[in-house]
């Protein structure tokens, strides 16, 4: 049984459209500077601190403030903060044509992380009410984009920037961030915010400890490290065994492609009774754990490709099925602050992984660091929730009807 979700407009596929490619851009956007900041970092007059700094200020920005926009958009409706959000993407992506600047780099990053803080969480709030009952389906297309934004994001980055520096990245982010704007702004509908309950400290508290929330929560952020963890060290581990910058950027396009092709499949076989939530979360985990300790483990480029296969697999399966868990179990009015709060989970996971890899493989060596996420990532199996539980409005379980 599902949550009161279904309260949504017939709608053409084409108006779900611009809600993917608002998905797409914030991951492109995250992953494609980031990149570029670490390669030309020694160019710019970056120190490592400096550097540090400018790769965590999307991100915190995004901790910050996504639960914020992310109930904003339950209180106004969601079309309102992605149009808004993509805007001022666009506007803050502006401020980085002059790149060659440390402090207008950190002001275009601060920026683009405040305005993806708007559109991201109320992007999924608006796939989950369109749905029509199909959040599978559509969570696995979505899905698909957002993490054939985050995987390919440092390639198309890095094209960018050696054609034309970072002018020409962050002028191609603020033509696509106003492009996408322009297309939501003409093919999404516009979603009435719904009646609200007022919800006490208690009821928010309730909201957010329950395994239906935490569970595929932690999976998101799991899924999620991984991700970003394997598009850092993957093309590493490939330079070591000499092949080349083709063949090592070549992992991050596989593990993308393995990703993005899978989760639309998976999205679909929930909405069939095919595959259920817990057993398909524990699978896809399981895949990416011992993709990742085949990478640390397996010499030879066959094991690094194999890895990436199943990597990309493996959140091809889990990110689905826990955007869908997290879209059935919340009742519709609070799907915003919901799907913000989830997004600050999977921010938190992309940069736990990378940080943890790192920290253990500077003491221990990559493998071990490898090993130390494919046993937290193992361990998040524990947390994949079941069933979606039928919540009344104020959070608590909807009693079950005396036999």
């Known amino acids: ?20 490619a608002a998905g797409f851009t914030t991951a492109f956007g995250a992953h494609a500077v980031a990149a570029g900041l670490g390669a030309e970092s020694a160019d710019i007059g970056l ?17 910050f403030l996504k639960p914020v926009f992310g109930a904003l958009s339950d209180r106004i409706g969601p079309k309102p903060v992605i149009v808004g959000g993509l805007v001022a993407f666009s506007a803050a992506s502006l401020i980085g ?6 402090a207008m780099l950190a002001a275009a990053r601060l920026g683009q992380g405040m305005a993806a803080s708007a559109f991201s ?22 899905g698909s984009w957002k993490g054939l934004g985050y ?5 198309l980055g890095a094209l960018a920037i050696i054609t034309g520096g970072f002018s020409l990245l962050f002028g191609i982010l603020a033509a696509l961030g106003l492009a996408v704007a322009a297309w939501a702004l003409a093919s999404v509908p516009r979603l009435q915010p719904l009646p609200r309950p007022r919800y006490t400290i208690v009821d928010v508290w309730r909201q957010s400890t329950q395994r239906s929330f935490l569970g595929p929560t932690l999976v998101l952020a799991a899924a999620t490290g991984a991700l970003g963890a394997a598009v ?9 065994e000499g092949l080349g910058t083709a063949g090592s950027v070549a992992v991050v396009t596989v593990l993308a492609v393995a990703s993005a092709l899978i989760q639309p499949r998976v999205g679909q076989l929930r909405d069939q009774g095919r595959i259920a939530d817990r057993p398909g979360m524990v699978a896809g985990l399981l895949a990416i754990s011992i993709g990742t300790l085949i990478a640390g483990l397996l010499p030879g480029a066959a094991g690094i490709y194999v890895a990436a296969v199943l990597i990309g697999t493996g959140i091809g399966v ?34 736990g992984g990378p940080l943890l890899v790192g920290g253990v493989a500077v003491a221990a060596g990559l493998p071990w660091g490898l090993g130390a996420l494919a046993l937290v990532v193992g361990a998040a199996t524990f947390a994949a929730p079941g069933a979606p539980t039928p919540q009344t409005a104020d959070g608590a379980p909807v009693p079950s009807k005396p036999s």
């Open 121 to 142: 969480p109320a992007s999924s709030a608006s796939v989950a009410r369109l749905a029509g009952g199909k959040t599978g389906h559509y969570f696995g297309r979505y």
């Open 97 to 102: 044509l002059w790149a060659d600047q440390p």
């Open 1 to 20: 049984m599902k949550a009161t979700n279904t309260l949504t407009p017939s709608v053409a596929a084409s108006q779900r459209w611009p809600l993917y």
């Open 232 to 240: 850092g060290f993957l093309p590493a581990l490939a330079a070591r």
């Open 47 to 63: 120190s490592l601190l400096a550097l540090g700094v400018l790769l965590a200020l999307y991100d915190i920005a995004e901790v």
């Open 318 to 351: 889990s990110t689905p099925l826990a955007f869908a868990h997290l879209a059935d179990a919340t009742p519709a009015e609070r799907l915003g602050r919901t799907m913000g709060s989830a997004e600050l989970g999977r921010e938190l996971g992309d940069a």
């Open 151 to 155: 995987a390919i994001g440092p390639l």
